[in-house]
């Protein structure tokens, strides 16, 4: 099989690379085609995959490419992971919103729609060549805001484009640990919402939600990284737990705080990091693989640092520095390619599995994947708090779409405006004033 990386010159590429080095089924991947617009880090990360490929038999051909639309021919899966605006435009979204006093996340408040307004007319273009390149292929959509990504995606090639994330995955798993489930795979997890936006309701093993168990359990629900983030006595009045990301909303007011006092935003800190990094790569005797490793163990550390040191939460456990989004990927590859049925969280359209919303909307919940594609499970209903949340987010998403697609500003002042943590109107069209003027790639809201 073809697979084809977009945004292949990302840091985070050797994740999915290492992930396909251990596949050894049939209908395994064969040749790996990187794409990305900037052919120096390209040469970085290809040589970062080399050094991991240099023992391995049968590895995956690699080639690398700046051309979009032979990257796209006749490739079987699309990873799409790509960073519009570079981290240097993280970077730009965290300031503007920090100024203005609101959450500038990368995917959460106005920092996830000043990005989700740069990438989604960039991800239609892509979405559009691929139904005229390569319209027999499975794109697998990691970018960022992720469910708004696919599903801007999605009206254009259907149910063929599926959203994954490796927060729920990581949740479950941290769930699964701490209750001694010796075989993680085997749990069942009642996971519901949007991405970066949901709860875990319950866990089944052999048909017994063991749930209950942990939340009657001060001490064991008070020793993993959700019930430190967000506190024993708050989890257990919600009666679920919540995906780490809704800290922001829970705690926003202290997260913002933190942010504004934290000596570098999160995307100034990735950009000096990596920009350190492929520096080092120029280097002709420079060891790629170690020093991207190193690079990638100090990252996974300081992953939302400011909200565990604002809850007192210490450090994240060893075991949850090894990511994960790259064994999603490769099962859902290995799932729709060999027919492998598995069940998986994903972003998918919801067809009519909450209610609360219309069946074009993307969701991330579990789903059943074969051949086939990814088909969302039934669900119970949320809760009323977690509907009205849900409802409110997924409104901004679709005014930003809106957005994007007829260019205006008016719109894109409204998706800012009605967005839970943003609290002002005023505040919404300045924030559209500062994001437009640090941004050329905003220069389209008319």
């Known amino acids: 099989m073809r697979l084809t990386i977009l945004g292949g010159g990302g840091f985070r590429v050797p994740l999915v690379h290492g992930a396909l080095l251990g596949d050894r089924g049939e209908d395994r991947v064969t040749h790996v085609v990187l794409h990305d617009l900037d052919a120096e880090r390209l040469s970085a990360v290809t040589r970062v995959l080399a ?48 100024a203005e006093g609101v959450l500038g996340q990368e995917t959460v408040g106005a920092g996830g729609i000043a990005y989700g307004l740069r990438t989604v007319p960039v991800a239609v273009d892509i979405a559009r060549r691929v139904a005229r390149l390569a319209p027999d292929a499975w794109l697998i959509n990691f970018t960022n805001p992720a469910g708004l990504v696919t599903e801007a995606m999605s009206r254009h090639l259907g149910d063929r484009v599926i959203g994954i994330c490796d927060s729920p995955v990581g949740l479950g798993r941290r769930i699964a640990r701490v209750l001694g489930v010796e075989n993680p795979e085997e749990a069942w997890i009642d996971y519901a919402g949007l991405n970066h936006l949901g709860w875990v309701r319950g866990l089944r093993v052999a048909g017994r939600d063991e749930l209950p168990r942990l939340l009657a359990d001060r001490a064991l629900l008070g020793s993993f990284e959700e019930g430190r983030l967000f506190g024993v006595d708050w989890v257990r009045s919600l009666g679920a737990i919540p995906n780490e990301y809704l800290h922001y909303y829970y705690f926003n007011r202290e997260a913002v705080r933190a942010y504004q006092a934290a000596e570098k935003t999160r995307g100034a800190f990735l950009k000096d990091q990596q920009a ?45 520095l090894s990511g994960g989004y790259e064994k999603v990927a490769l099962a859902l590859m290995r799932a729709i390619a060999r ?22 909307a993307v969701i991330e919940v579990p789903c059943l994947v074969d051949a086939n594609g990814a088909h969302p499970v039934a669900v119970a209903p949320l809760p009323d708090h977690a509907t009205g949340l849900v409802s409110a987010v997924k409104a901004v998403e679709r005014e930003i779409l809106a957005a994007a697609e007829a260019g205006s500003r008016a719109t894109a002042v409204k998706a800012f405006a009605l967005h839970p943590l943003v609290d002002s109107v005023n505040v919404a069209r300045r924030l559209v004033e500062g994001y437009t003027a640090v941004h050329p790639g905003l220069g389209y809201l008319k």
């Open 51 to 98: 050094e991991q490929a240099a023992d391995v038999p049968g590895a995956p051909e690699v080639t690398a490419t700046t051309d979009l639309d032979e990257a796209l021919r006749g490739a079987d899966f699309i990873f799409s992971a790509i960073r519009v605006g570079g981290l240097e435009g993280r970077a730009n979204d965290e300031r503007v919103a920090l």
């Open 276 to 320: 350190r990094f492929y520096e080092e790569m120029r280097r002709p005797d420079a060891h790629a693989l170690k020093a991207w490793d190193r690079t990638r163990a100090e990252r996974e550390a300081t992953y939302m640092s400011e909200n565990r040191e604002t809850a007192g939460a210490g450090e994240r456990d060893a075991d949850d």
């Open 339 to 360: 027919d492998e049925r598995t069940t998986l969280i994903l972003n998918v359209r919801n067809k009519a599995t909450l209610s609360s919303l219309d069946t074009e």
